[in-house]
């Protein structure tokens, strides 16, 4: 017998112990201590240490003499393998049998799966869809489990932070592998898929659609403004957007309905309003030109002129930088010196009468740009806009120069008493030519405009009962408040706002006009538990939502300005650049990040991307 041989064989009876399987006969010793011998080698090789020389561990040595009990991360390892009636067996469901691992244990069960019975079983079995995909948990969002509800609320909120920030939809590819990368432990990360494609299809059919519908659903219920302007570009697209102006619970909100309106509009309109903002500018335009065809002096081209001269010289770059940086503004490139625009700037600089030209529209311009500021406030503002057009006539009719700068030039001689003469015929064509356009123009006989101050509390003492009536005639179908005894009711409620004690602010015009209506509505009085205001308030938002001007739309062209850009100029009308106006003027700012999707969008964002591929 070898030595290893000798070796097992003293580790098999180095306690005194015999073997398990003990022969009953002389005659079959030999051959049972050589089973166990194998079966000791076998386990010598797996292990590679040497029973004498092991510290000694257990009391017994040997597979045989040790039952191996059932590990639960062995079903971890094999999910079709689970423990049976006891701890010694182990169940196998792909065979549908009970085995024995009490032998060896693990090495038991993949004996059994490495076998060809096991496999031949499996086969069929890797072949047909499992159930799960049918089974939906009883904590699930929509038919989704709750984990695929956070993954796709993560894509969502994504692709609406991208929109809120005019980040273009090419970086949504780089975020699916970054998430992956920085959040390896979170399975939110793991399972985000949104790529351009997707965050594209999320934005088109799944975030844009709801809003739409939420605007549509407030629409049907409150009395709205529909604003419309069209863009003054050249190209083949012209842009039409259309906008709504909606009284939502306290404030008067704006969002963008679509893009390029393609169908006529059904039903009589009920009040057409012109853009008070565009006459003023225009005011200003006819003014200056014939100011221009008297005097010979155009304020743009000087200014543009002066813009170019910079060109010629690094050191008057450089003291333009300083001048803008310090008035926080930028300035262009420009052209060199040898074109037309510097000789012209050097006659106008040179012309003493440049400075009294300068002088005036200093003096002059200031009472167009304040009522136009007042024009492009997002507040609701119409109930001033009839009293700040009359007093923007009384102004310019009023409007005079001190002849001091003209006295000063004469006397010195710089400029001669013909033309003083010249100028003063500019200035009073200038000024005659600005009200002529301005009362032709303005809404000044606009009825519904001076029955709109009524709505102001500074102003309630001052108005009637009538101003709320004169609405309740023009919108027969918005208000219905015809009959003689709702019209009395109209009249407490009137007498009654203007009885109130309105605490008001320091600076007045800080007051919130929208607000105050907005909580008017929620008042009740105290005997019958009703509204106390609740037609008064409904006259008021209908007041409210009426445009005082076209800001709204022209805030729109900003915006598309900022989104269609040079690098990201393939966004349809009709399409992604719809979508993304509409997200945008949702009013999630300032914390996009706050609002949080409902179940709806969640599953629209599911089939976002099949659904826009079907439709285009």
């Avoid at 003293?10 to 010793?29: G, I, M």
């Avoid at 119409?382 to 009384?394: A, D, N, S, Y």
Wanted: net charge neutral; proline share 5%.
């Amino acid at each position: 017998m070898s030595g290893k041989r000798q070796l097992s064989i003293l580790s098999c009876f180095q306690n005194n112990q015999l073997p398990k399987k003990v022969a009953r006969s002389e005659d079959t010793v030999e051959e049972a201590v050589e089973e166990t011998v194998e079966e000791v080698e076998e386990a010598v090789e797996e292990t590679g240490e040497n029973p004498l020389e092991t510290e000694k561990r257990r009391g017994l040595c040997g597979a045989a003499t040790y039952r191996c009990s059932f590990k639960k991360e062995w079903s971890t390892r094999w999910p079709f393998i689970t423990m049976g009636t006891t701890s010694s067996f182990y169940w196998c469901s792909v065979c549908r049998q009970e085995n024995s691992c009490a032998h060896q244990g693990v090495r038991d069960i993949s004996r059994h799966v490495e076998g060809k019975g096991h496999r031949a079983k499996e086969q069929p079995l890797n072949s047909v869809s499992s159930i799960a995909q049918f089974y939906v948990p009883e904590t699930s969002v929509g038919g989704m489990s709750v984990q695929e509800a956070k993954t796709r609320r993560a894509e969502v909120k994504v692709a609406v932070a991208m929109v809120q920030h005019n980040v273009p939809f090419a970086v949504a590819d780089h975020f699916s592998p970054l998430y992956k990368e920085c959040f390896r432990d979170s399975p939110t990360a793991q399972g985000f898929k949104s790529a351009s494609t997707k965050t594209t299809c999320i934005i088109n059919e799944a975030v844009a659609p709801h809003f739409k519908k939420e605007l549509v659903m407030k629409m049907r219920e409150n009395p709205f403004t529909l604003v419309t302007d069209g863009s003054n570009d050249t190209g083949l697209a012209k842009m039409n957007p259309l906008t709504v102006r909606i009284f939502d619970t306290y404030k008067v909100v704006h969002r963008c309905q679509k893009f390029n309106l393609s169908q006529n509009v059904e039903g009589k309109w009920q009040y057409l309003h012109p853009c008070p903002c565009h006459i003023i500018h225009n005011t200003a335009k006819h003014a200056g030109q014939r100011f221009m065809e008297i005097s010979g002096f155009d304020p743009e081209d000087l200014t543009v002129d002066v813009g170019y001269w910079f060109k010629g010289s690094t050191n008057r770059k450089g003291y333009l930088a300083e001048f803008c940086e310090f008035h926080e503004s930028d300035y262009f490139k420009s052209l060199n010196e040898k074109q037309p625009r510097f000789r012209r700037l050097v006659d106008a600089i040179s012309n003493p009468l440049t400075e009294v030209y300068l002088l005036f529209y200093q003096a002059t311009l200031p009472v167009f740009t304040i009522l136009n500021l007042l024009l492009q406030r997002e507040r609701s503002s119409i109930f001033q806009l009839h009293g700040e057009m009359t007093k923007f006539i009384k102004k310019l009719c009023a409007r005079f120069m001190k002849p001091a700068t003209l006295n000063r030039l004469l006397e010195a001689g710089d400029i001669t008493p013909q033309e003083v003469q010249l100028f003063q015929q500019a200035a009073l064509a200038f000024l005659v030519r600005a009200v002529e356009y301005g009362i032709n123009k303005l809404p000044l006989k606009e009825a519904l405009l001076r029955h709109t101050r009524f709505v102001d509390v500074q102003q309630r003492t001052e108005c009637g009962v009538e101003d709320a009536l004169y609405f309740i005639d023009r919108f027969q179908e918005l208000l219905p408040f015809h009959g003689l005894e709702e019209q009395d009711k109209v009249c407490e409620e009137f007498l009654e706002c203007q009885l109130m004690d309105i605490p008001m602010p320091q600076d007045p015009t800080t007051f919130n006009v929208e607000e105050f209506w907005g909580s008017m509505s929620s008042i009740k009085c105290k005997v019958t538990g009703l509204c106390q205001f609740g037609r008064l308030t409904k006259i008021a938002q209908l007041v409210l939502v009426l445009p005082h001007s076209n800001a709204d739309a022209e805030r729109v062209f900003s915006m598309v300005g900022l989104n269609k850009t040079k690098t990201r100029n393939s966004l349809a009308l009709d399409g992604t650049l719809s979508s993304i106006m509409t997200v945008k003027m949702a009013g999630l700012e300032p914390n996009c990040f706050r609002w949080e999707p409902p179940t709806p969008v969640l599953k629209a964002s599911k089939t976002a991307t099949n659904t826009y591929n079907k439709k285009h």
